[in-house]
């Protein structure tokens, strides 16, 4: 026997229903509203009004039962609302795997993007079904809704990779992704506007 034989998960499959948004079997789901985006919106005026206007649930997070721990692959369907906040896209909070390793996601509907920075440079990926995505290790990432409809994307990811969200707060993310007339722009992490 190898030391794989003790599974804390046996083979499975795991079903999506696109129309629910659930995974079956399920693991933790996650909603995030507005108010659990602290300090991440540019414009914390606008941000404390949607907090107070109703506090809107931004984006959801469900996962299959593979857990969270080392030489296990867990994913996760993050469906992101579509909406701005003071002209900013709305969006995931981002983090980066402290334990450094690479990731993938695959675009399942809606148009999206993922923000990725490495302290230094950054990177766009415009997502859409059908696109991969994938996330290099010591890259920090964030995703954007940047349509009209919910945007939905699958996220597989080794189980021993960590989340690290203070690492955001404090470096950014490089580039911030603005709504402008149709499309959209992209403005410098920290400056004014
Ligand atoms: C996992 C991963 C995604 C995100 C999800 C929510 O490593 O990258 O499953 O966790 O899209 O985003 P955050 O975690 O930034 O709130
Ligand atoms: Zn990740």
Do not use: C
Request: glycine share 12%.
């Amino acid at each position: 026997m190898s030391d794989y034989s003790a599974l804390p998960v046996p083979p499975m499959s795991i079903r999506f229903d696109q129309a629910a948004g659930t995974l079956s079997p399920a693991g933790p789901t996650l909603t995030r509203r507005m108010s659990d985006l602290e300090g991440l919106f540019r414009d914390q005026n606008s941000w404390r009004t949607a907090v107070a206007d109703g506090d809107p649930i931004v984006y959801s997070v469900v996962s299959s039962p593979v857990p969270e721990i080392d030489r296990e692959l867990p994913q996760s369907i993050t469906t992101i609302h579509p909406g701005t906040t003071g002209g900013e896209f709305w969006m995931t909070k981002g983090h980066q795997h402290p334990n450094h390793q690479g990731e993938i996601y695959l675009g399942m509907s809606g148009n999206g993007g993922l923000l990725m920075f490495d302290g230094k440079d950054t990177r766009w990926v415009d997502m859409a079904p059908g696109t991969i995505g994938y996330i290099p290790p010591g890259w920090a990432h964030r995703s954007v809704n940047v349509g009209s409809e919910p945007y939905s994307f699958l996220a597989v990811y080794p189980g021993g990779a960590g989340h690290d969200y203070s690492w955001v707060l404090e470096n950014g993310l490089g580039q911030r992704v603005w709504r402008q007339d149709d499309g959209l722009a992209f403005v410098d992490y920290f400056a004014e506007v």
